[in-house]
Every structure is written in C-alpha cells, then in structure tokens.
C-alpha cells in the first residue's frame, strides 16, 4: 500500500514540474485540438463502460471491496457521533468582554474537552 501511495503522490508532483523545454521543442511538441480531446473521451468512456463485461471476477472483487470500505465509513462515524454525543464534551464557553477589552477567560482552559474524567 505504502508503494502505491507513493507513486501517487510523486506523479502528482511530477504534473507540476516545468518540462524545462526549449522554445524550439516547445514549438515542435504535438498540440491536441478539441475535437481530438473529446474523440480520446468518448473512446476513454467506452473501454471504461465496457470493464466489467470484460473482468466480471474484478468488478464482484471491487463491489465487495467498495461495500466493506463503505460499512467501516459508518462505524467511524457512528463511533464519533456516540463520542461526541455522550455528554462528557464541554462544548466552549461564550466569550465576555471585560472593561479593559480583554475577555477575562483562559484561553488554555476554555471549551476544554473532556472524556471519562480525563483531561
């Protein structure tokens, strides 16, 4: 996992590096029109439609990935709002200016969070 959250990433910073060409390979780089871009599209879209008529044992592999992801997504947050929910939370106190414009609280101490007793 870590292998392919690295190559993510550095392709992504790949995409911002200048390709450092000079103005004469700039000149002579192949340009792509609209219309080619939206042919490349559509054709894109078709081989994509069509995957799972091609890999059915992937696409089952990915559901039932893509199902399991989605039940510990809600557990998590079943499990924050249950944390939060439980009334140990003290949520931030209102802030009341004093006379010398200051608002006389802790900045440390104010909307503290608590859980089981514990700071």
């Not at 870590?2 to 992504?12: C, D, E």
């Not at 790949?14 to 054709?43: C, D």
Request: glycine share 10%; proline share 4%; with cysteine.
């Amino acid at each position: 996992m870590f292998l392919i959250r690295a190559a993510f990433w550095l392709s992504v910073a790949v995409l911002f590096i200048p390709a450092g060409q000079s103005e004469e390979q700039q000149a002579q780089a192949q340009t792509v029109s609209t219309g080619e871009a939206i042919l490349a599209a559509q054709s894109l879209w078709s081989d994509v439609s069509g995957f799972c008529q091609r890999n059915p044992e992937v696409c089952e592999t990915g559901g039932t990935a893509l199902q399991t992801f989605s039940l510990k997504a809600r557990n998590g947050a079943r499990m924050l709002y249950e944390f939060f929910d439980d009334g140990s939370v003290v949520a931030p106190q209102p802030l009341h200016a004093s006379a010398d414009g200051t608002d006389g609280s802790d900045p440390v101490t104010t909307g503290t969070i608590t859980r089981n007793g514990k700071l």
